[in-house]
């Protein structure tokens, strides 16, 4: 269960990590009694990313425009989802932003700590430069010490950085968490560390031993209020954006690059879904998701569902690098996905798919795939232009 930014800062608090003035808003009216000064960020408060470009994040100066943003949060859904609160906080002029997360490696069965000078919305854009020290024994500072250094960080940085280090992991085992993230940590210009914004995913199976953290879930159960869209499996990066052309990939350079094209080709992205995330150091590339060619071919179909019920939809691009294997997964969801929709909606859906593929290898995905009503193109520059074109029609 992910919680809530404010949910997951009133942990941040209770821990010692440095965190803005704020205050929860359950109606605009409650901004005529603001208790903190302008001018202030007013954040919905829903459990996905991307909220920023979404448009859930304003700043504002006054307390007219707080309330008439408030209103247009309230009623903007992001990923399916309607925030039934938001969080009102304090603005913070950052010099710098940084990335910091402690996550349990299920391969090694160990807790990770991550850290890189490039945060924000930036971050997932740069996965690969992200520094990383596995705890593989008994917790001591030096390990938060030594994710500062890794990260670059010189003079009073390394020990303030660290400190935040330190208690994330202290929140991250007493808690029994599945992931602690502060992304980003703003850093002022006389060097001042704040979390900005935060992230906390909670084992469902040690609930019973945190009852206060399974009564933070369940007030969120009790909250969330959906559109029809399914969730997005663990670790999916997904960002909503105005467009009608719907991007799916495996990889954030992959991702990044098809979603420049499409717009370079003229193109109106309508979301973007970065199906396959990984954290690499170096030349010891470590992949914290499940690698398996069934992991693929769920993410694959998911995916498929979840832009494909957005009724601005008209073209969904998938490129898939991969081994052979692991193209074969990803054909046999969208062949499912695309005999599904058929069934389903017996041919009057506008929906166009546009697929390219890379490392399939042999010429039989490619006859399965000529066999569906969908445009296969193996060249990624006249893949993109035909979902344009497509999306033009």
């Known amino acids: 269960m992910d919680l809530l930014e404010y949910q997951a800062k009133e942990l941040f608090r209770e821990m010692g990590i440095p965190v803005l003035p704020s205050q929860r808003i359950d109606h605009p009216s409650d901004l005529k009694g603001l208790r903190i000064p302008y001018p202030i960020a007013l954040k919905s408060q829903v459990r996905t990313g991307g909220r920023g470009k979404a448009g859930g994040v304003k700043f504002v100066a006054t307390t007219i425009d707080a309330v008439a943003a408030a209103q247009t949060i309230f009623n903007l859904p992001i990923m399916g989802e309607y925030p039934q609160v938001l969080l009102a906080e304090s603005k913070y002029n950052a010099d710098r932003e940084f990335y910091l997360a402690v996550v349990l490696d299920r391969n090694a069965r160990r807790p990770v700590l ?118 997005l499996p663990f670790n999916q990066n997904f960002v909503q954006l105005d467009g009608n052309v719907a991007i799916i990939c495996n990889g954030a350079g992959l991702t990044m690059a098809t979603l420049d094209l499409v717009c370079f080709a003229g193109g109106d992205p309508a979301c973007f879904l970065n199906i396959w995330p990984t954290y690499c150091e170096s030349n010891n590339c470590v992949i914290y998701s499940d690698s398996s060619p069934e992991l693929l ?31 074969e997964a990803a054909v046999t969801a969208v062949e499912s996905y695309v005999k599904r929709r058929e069934v389903s909606l017996r041919g009057k859906t506008p929906l166009h798919i546009v697929m390219r593929l890379i490392g399939a290898g042999d010429e039989d995905l490619k006859q399965r795939l000529a066999t569906l009503k969908l445009h296969f193109l193996e060249d990624l520059e006249q893949a993109t232009k035909k979902a344009v074109d497509l999306a033009r029609l």
Do not use: W
């Open 297 to 327: 071919r769920e993410n694959v179909e998911q995916s498929l569902e979840l832009v494909g019920n957005d009724k601005k939809v008209k073209v969904i691009l998938v490129n898939i690098i991969g081994s052979p294997i692991a193209c």
């Open 114 to 231: 991550l850290g890189s000078v490039e945060g924000g919305i930036e971050a997932e854009a740069s996965f690969h430069r992200i520094q990383q020290v596995v705890v593989d024994r008994q917790f001591s500072p030096f390990y938060a010490r030594r994710l500062a250094v890794k990260m670059g960080l010189q003079g009073a940085l390394i020990q303030s950085v660290s400190a935040v280090v330190e208690k994330m992991y202290h929140l991250f085992v007493d808690k029994d968490l599945d992931l602690v993230e502060i992304n980003p940590l703003g850093i002022s210009a006389s060097g001042e560390v704040m979390a900005l914004d935060g992230k906390i995913s909670a084992n469902d199976e040690a609930l019973g031993r945190h009852p206060e953290i399974a009564t933070l879930a369940r007030m969120i159960a009790k909250q969330v209020k959906h559109e029809d869209v399914p969730a």
